[in-house]
């Protein structure tokens, strides 16, 4: 079972629509990270969430970590073809110390 | 821009042999961490660095897998003998010391064993 369950698992969407990711967990995290990783490439950091309920904009990309801690979401907004690529949460449980994925979900911008 | 910096890009190998792959962690970063992904799923911990100690290998294959920080810097991840299910994109990554520090990954190597 793994711990970040990350849905959906494919997206194919056209240029300009908008889309929702999701990362759920029953554990809480102190801490979730989100990444964007190309083919062939590592995963760039985009984003970290601490705060239950804190809500972070990067452009057209906006995060939202859940109240519980527990969960979180990434909605894009106008959706580019330079968008697609394998989007990864990663959390960091309190007294952990280290980092556990989600097998991503795999985005498709067509133009 | 400082970033983590990771060779070969690609290795191919035939099954049996061993295999090493080079990590140097961005500046002044003390955690370092090798990870294993396999295609289609996220990055797996093999092993976490905190300077030279090794502060969690829970995951990593001890009988086939080996990997070394000897000055708290730079590092090495060390296959022997390599299988068939060993092919997999394997990352470095690094972090300043502390909870909630983020990790920086570098381009990593894609190992495929034939």
């Known amino acids: 079972t793994q711990l970040l369950e990350q849905s959906p698992q494919f997206l194919s969407i056209q240029e300009g629509e908008n889309l929702t990711v999701y990362c759920n967990s029953s554990?809480?995290?102190?801490?979730l990270q989100w990444y964007r990783q190309e083919p062939g490439e590592g995963p760039v950091l985009l984003v970290t969430?601490?705060?239950?309920?804190e809500v972070k904009k990067l452009k057209r990309l906006t995060f939202q970590f859940g109240d519980a801690r527990k969960d979180s979401s990434l909605h894009i907004t106008a959706a580019q073809p330079g968008d697609t690529g394998l989007y990864l949460c990663?959390?960091?449980?309190?007294?952990?110390?280290?980092?556990?994925f989600g097998d991503g979900t795999t985005l498709t911008v067509k133009p | 821009e400082a970033e983590v910096a990771q060779s070969p890009r690609y290795k191919i190998t035939e099954k049996s042999q061993a295999v090493a792959f080079w990590c140097d962690p961005i500046?002044?970063?003390?955690?370092l961490y090798w990870y294993r992904q396999i295609l289609g799923q996220g990055p797996e911990l093999l092993v976490q660095?905190?300077?030279?100690?090794?502060?969690?290998d829970s995951q990593l294959p001890k009988d086939r897998f080996s990997a070394e920080r000897l000055k708290g810097v730079d590092s090495t991840l060390k296959i022997q003998p390599a299988e068939l299910g060993d092919s997999a994109m394997y990352l470095c990554?690094?972090?300043?010391?502390?909870?909630?520090?983020?990790?920086?990954f570098g381009q990593g190597t894609r190992l495929t064993v034939v």
């Open positions: 500046s002044g970063h003390a955690t």
């Open positions: 660095f905190q300077d030279e100690s090794v502060v969690d």
């Open positions: 969430v601490v705060t239950g309920g």
């Open positions: 990554a690094s972090s300043l010391w502390g909870q909630n520090t983020e990790a920086f």
């Open positions: 990663a959390g960091v449980r309190t007294n952990a110390g280290k980092s556990t």
């Open positions: 554990s809480v995290f102190s801490s």
